[in-house]
């Protein structure tokens, strides 16, 4: 079973929309390590946020805001007034103590594309 | 600062050939390294992660290998590569205990033809 799954494989908004990006995860852990990162075109991965398990409080960050809901073992990523550059791949993941490795495990990225 | 490079950024090889990916960490010691494969239009699967010189720990089996010969150096390897080996590469480390963000290279892309 997928332990990350991201079920929106490709999103398009023309700019100034406000856009979420969904993330559910599947853990037995209850300490564990929540992600997300960008992947522009040039590929390299940029770091967005980490929330752990025992901090379910909302974060705002510019345009940028994440929802974590144990509840619904959920953790969304919304942009508002969404702009061009945000154009990117964006990948939500996982780290979790009890897998006894120190890797993340991603979903399969939603990539979005913010049209003029 | 901590820096990370990966090389080389791009390359097409025959199916067959060998393989060889290096990625160099700067700026911190004892790094954990990790080796990631992101198939085009997939996610990123972890192929191989090291906590130390010597000691790799391999996610899923297949035609490729891993090393760390030095604390700062870990090297990607096949001895024949198959079509199935294309995608996209991403090194990268982290430090400490689990649960810490990555740090990733800017990628190479391998195209096996």
């Known amino acids: 079973a997928q332990k990350v799954t991201q079920a929106q494989t490709e999103i398009s908004v023309v700019e100034k929309e406000d856009v979420t990006l969904d993330c559910v995860y599947e853990?037995?852990?209850?300490?564990?390590?929540l992600f997300w990162y960008k992947q522009p075109p040039s590929g390299e991965l940029v770091f967005l946020i980490r929330r752990n398990s025992f901090d379910e409080q909302n974060e705002i960050s510019g345009r940028y805001s994440w929802n974590f809901q144990k509840s619904t073992s959920s953790f969304n990523f919304t942009i508002t007034a969404s702009q061009v550059v945000d154009s990117a791949v964006y990948f939500c993941a996982l780290s979790e103590r009890l897998a006894g490795r120190r890797a993340l495990t991603f979903g399969s990225g939603t990539r979005l594309q913010v049209q003029p | 600062s901590q820096t990370i490079h990966q090389w080389p950024a791009t390359l097409v090889q025959p199916v067959g050939s060998p393989l060889s990916l290096e990625c160099t960490v700067e700026g911190t010691s004892n790094p954990n390294l990790y080796w990631y494969r992101q198939a085009a239009g997939r996610g990123l699967q972890l192929l191989f992660y090291s906590v130390g010189i010597g000691q790799i720990s391999s996610e899923v089996p297949q035609n490729l290998s891993a090393s760390r010969p030095q604390d700062r150096q870990f090297i990607l390897s096949s001895k024949k590569l198959l079509l199935s080996d294309s995608g996209f590469y991403l090194c990268?480390?982290?430090?400490?205990?689990?649960?810490?963000?990555?740090?990733f290279g800017s990628g190479t892309q391998l195209s096996v033809l």
């Open positions: 853990t037995r852990d209850t300490t564990y390590y």
């Open positions: 990268a480390w982290t430090q400490g205990d689990w649960g810490e963000k990555l740090f």
